[in-house]
């Protein structure tokens, strides 16, 4: 899981993507630059996402209280 972290670019918050937003399904980061695809669904429409290593935590659900 990743949470989404700075200033997004500008195509992320025009599909309601924040700072803070947790994303659950996506791609391992990229080996050269880090980048992370997923999928969103938007007013009935499904876009493909990526964001940089510098605008998200990978955050280890083992560590979290359930």
Not at 2 to 11: A, C, M, Q, R
Not at 16 to 40: C, M, R
């Amino acid at each position: 899981m990743i949470k989404l972290k700075g200033e997004l670019d500008y195509e992320l918050t025009r599909l309601g993507l924040k700072s803070g937003d947790e994303i659950a399904s996506h791609t391992k980061p990229g080996k050269v630059n880090g980048v992370v695809n997923f999928d969103v669904n938007f007013e009935g429409w499904k876009y493909a996402c990526s964001v940089w290593p510098e605008n998200y935590d990978i955050i280890n659900l083992k560590n979290t209280a359930l």
